[in-house]
């Protein structure tokens, strides 16, 4: 995502709680002609939310596209009626923290302005056994989204979510969560069931989404909000 806001001309804040694999990223963008910063940043700390926006604003006088990409350590390999009911309250406030503490911050200067966009990526398909608190989260996200952009929307403030069965970078870089609903499969193997189950028989990529991001917070988008973009490649049918 940030490659591909980086690349159509924006100026891109990455922030992470690892801040040198978000510097690494910052600067493969500055190598390429792109203007990017990398901060280390836990998004559940509204304080520190506050004081990078702040930063922002001071650097640029504006916030035009806000992207959500965090997870919410997520429970995954039990049923849920045998989980640990603290793994899913873990999960609902790392989720709730997050995505609050963001959007707060960013709406006020989009208000000011009369624009701006807000973008998640939610995973999405049908039931499946052993997801935990991670398909819950999905749906909560949606309903989150979907409040934001009905409060929002006559601020010319535009939301969108992305839904995603996986991309191959997602699949196959994947480092270990530590519990998973596909047990010891290899990645490999992994992928190959995902797109095993597609309608165009693969997985987007992260380019692919990226790409995406970028044409529906511009212009051509400008009729997108309250929108779930469906980018499973055919695995679930709208």
Not at 40 to 64: C, F, M, P, W, Y
Not at 84 to 104: I, P, Q, S, W
Not at 172 to 194: F, H, I, M, N
Not at 199 to 228: H, I, K, Q
């Amino acid at each position: 995502m940030a490659r591909a806001f980086a690349a159509s001309g924006a100026s891109v804040h990455l922030t992470g709680r690892t801040a040198a694999k978000v510097a690494a990223v910052a600067e493969s963008i500055a190598a390429t002609g792109g203007r990017a910063r990398a901060h280390g940043l836990d998004v559940t700390d509204s304080g520190a939310v506050e004081r990078l926006t702040r930063d922002v604003l001071a650097a640029h006088g504006r916030i035009d596209v806000l992207y959500n990409a965090v997870t919410y350590q997520e429970a995954q390999g039990t049923p849920l009626h045998a989980l640990d009911v603290g793994a899913l309250e873990r999960t609902l406030v790392t989720l709730a923290r997050a995505h609050m503490n963001t959007v707060r911050c960013v709406v006020p200067t989009m208000i000011d302005r009369g624009s701006g966009v807000i973008q998640t990526t939610v995973g999405h398909g049908p039931p499946f056994p052993l997801m935990g608190s991670t398909a819950i989260a999905w749906h909560t996200v949606e309903g989150l989204y979907r409040q934001f952009a009905v409060e929002l929307g006559e601020f010319g403030i535009r939301v969108q979510w992305f839904r995603t069965g996986g991309f191959r970078e997602s699949i196959l870089q994947a480092r270990d969560y530590g519990s998973s609903y596909t047990g010891e499969a290899e990645a490999s193997k992994v992928l190959t069931e995902l797109e095993r189950g597609t309608m165009l028989g693969r997985l987007p990529s992260v380019e692919e989404a990226g790409a995406f991001a970028v044409f529906a917070a511009g212009e051509s988008g400008a009729s997108l909000t309250s929108a779930a973009i469906n980018l499973t490649a055919g695995a679930v049918s709208d």
